[in-house]
């Protein structure tokens, strides 16, 4: 099976989800299992499926997509600018996820 290689990172606390992990370094699978080019939206999942700590998974995704508050830059651009989830990884992508919300 074909796969791209990536660069992870969490940053804002969300790295607490992660095995207090920051940085990622993975092999995504290069096609979802629709057979599509992978994705973010398809990234968000494999990473929900195999790297977030299953019961605190509500504080990363909230229906089925990255959580309000959570800000996502995709080779240092905002996703907004890249097409969100729609976005078809590439070889050497860096995917940043920030968590902006902080209690007090």
Request: overall charge negative; proline content about 4%; charged content about 20%.
């Amino acid at each position: 099976m074909a796969t791209i290689p990536i660069t992870v990172e969490f940053s804002g606390g969300l790295e607490l989800l992660f095995s207090n992990q920051r940085t990622h370094k993975l092999q995504i699978p290069a096609q979802d299992p629709s057979g599509n080019p992978a994705n973010i939206g398809f990234l968000v999942s494999y990473l929900c499926d195999n790297l977030v700590e299953a019961k605190r998974k509500d504080l990363f995704v909230m229906d089925g997509t990255v959580r309000n508050g959570i800000l996502v830059l995709i080779n240092d651009s905002d996703w907004e600018l890249e097409g969100e989830d729609r976005y078809e990884l590439q070889g050497a992508d860096n995917i940043l996820f920030v968590s902006t919300l902080h209690g007090g």
